[in-house]
């Protein structure tokens, strides 16, 4: 019994692998082309910073299978983002009906989150309880926030750490440049 509860202490200690769907943050724009086809609509590849999304709302005829669920809950949206050719970040929206059913899944597979728990409020007054779950490790976080954008919409976000620094560092500059136009 002792080596059980021991085992299970170091395991849980270990670096978390984070991935979704065969998404890892900090991976070439190249390896993700490669799951999701030419089915992607990016903008600015070429560019040091660039985004590309995939919309299941408005692309559903051309439908990017290994992305169209998450933990068997229909995946609306997902985002990407891209710095110096590697993923800075992915961001996925998925109904808020589903969202219990995806934590819960977020969590058999990562183990326990920091919860935070708040309330947002909608233009009308309404006020729902958020919830949001963080996992963290050296080189990554991940996210997932009951309300989104809006009250029907809950987002799973898992970012690259080191990436995420640059592409602030890129604002920084690019505000500093632009200063000199006030």
Excluded at 10 to 26: C, D, H, N, R, Y
Excluded at 140 to 155: G, K
Aim: net charge positive.
């Amino acid at each position: 019994m002792r080596f059980l509860i021991l085992t299970l202490l170091m395991l849980s200690t270990q670096a978390i692998s984070f991935e979704i769907k065969g998404v890892v943050p900090g991976m070439t724009f190249e390896q993700l082309e490669k799951l999701t086809g030419d089915l992607l609509m990016c903008k600015d590849e070429k560019t040091p910073y660039f985004t590309c999304t995939y919309d299941f709302d408005h692309r559903n005829q051309n439908l990017i299978e290994a992305l169209s669920t998450l933990a068997e809950a229909p995946a609306r949206f997902w985002h990407f983002e891209f710095v110096e050719g590697r993923l800075k970040s992915v961001s996925i929206r998925i109904r808020n009906g589903d969202f219990q059913s995806v934590a819960f899944a977020l969590v058999a597979k990562f183990g326990k989150p920091k919860i935070e728990r708040s309330s947002v409020q909608t233009k009308a007054g309404v006020s729902y309880p958020q919830e949001i779950l963080r996992w963290e490790d050296k080189e990554t976080w991940l996210v997932a926030s009951r309300y989104a954008s809006d009250i029907n919409t809950s987002e799973i976000v898992l970012s690259h750490k080191a990436l995420a620094k640059i592409r602030e560092k890129q604002l920084v500059d690019q505000a500093f440049q632009k200063k000199k136009d006030l």
